[in-house]
């Protein structure tokens, strides 16, 4: 079974630039998530899309941070425009259903904002 | 207070030792407990997971919830090189608008051959 698959693994952008995250989650699943993951934290989860609606965008900053799920299956995280703050990994994961305690994740990409 | 909180370590061990790696919490709704390690430049992987309170073991490592305590541990038995990695706590609730993981800051733990 293929994992969860993400583009690209690194980005280095200078501040007030636009940035684009893509994820491939595993097929079938029906629950995807973006997590930010800050050096030395846990991740912390943007937003959840179930199938292609957003049931979580609660601690997404929706003044630069922007997501879709087209069709219910990959998904594209953008941000813009990227402040220092932003520099993070940030990881995509799905799983099954809503509720699942696991979820698959991706290796993410790490953000450098200069 | 943070409603997780995990001592980041480094933790480092010899080889063969037992290790033992714990989260406190403070929201009194969370119901599930979960363990994730995650190797450098890897995304999370789950180890195991628990509901309520009382132990489960798989293999080497146990997972053990105090819920009076809000106190949450996982040992690892016969620790071995291949377990060097940051370990992550995380914990829900129970239902729908409850299903978001909260997790900790996670502990690195270097096992020394």
């Known amino acids: 079974e293929a994992g969860v698959a993400q583009s690209p693994r690194y980005k280095i952008i200078e501040k007030r630039q636009s940035v684009a995250f893509w994820c491939n989650p595993i097929?079938?699943?029906?629950?995807l998530y973006w997590y930010q993951q800050i050096l030395g934290q846990g991740p912390k989860l943007l937003i959840q899309?179930?199938?292609?609606?957003?049931?979580?965008d609660s601690q997404l900053p929706k003044d630069r941070f922007s997501a879709e799920r087209l069709k219910g299956v990959d998904s594209t995280l953008k941000i813009q425009p990227a402040k220092l703050e932003d520099s993070a990994v940030y990881l995509c994961a799905s799983s099954p259903n809503r509720g699942d305690n696991e979820q698959f994740f991706g290796p993410g990409t790490r953000l450098t904002v200069l | 207070q943070k409603e997780v909180e995990q001592d980041p370590g480094p933790l480092s061990v010899p080889e063969g030792a037992i290790v033992s790696l714990n989260c406190t919490y403070s929201n009194s709704a969370f119901q599930y407990f979960m363990w994730y390690r995650q190797y450098s430049r890897k995304g999370p992987e789950l180890l195991m997971y628990t509901y309520s309170s009382g132990n489960k073991e798989d293999g080497r490592f146990t997972a053990q919830v105090d819920k009076s305590s809000k106190y949450i541990s996982l040992f690892i038995r016969d620790s071995q090189p291949s377990d060097s990695a940051t370990y992550l706590c995380a914990m829900r609730g129970l239902g729908a608008g409850s299903y978001q993981l909260t997790f900790g800051k996670g502990t690195k733990l270097s096992v020394i051959p």
């Open positions: 899309f179930q199938n292609n609606g957003v049931v979580d």
């Open positions: 097929s079938g699943h029906a629950t």
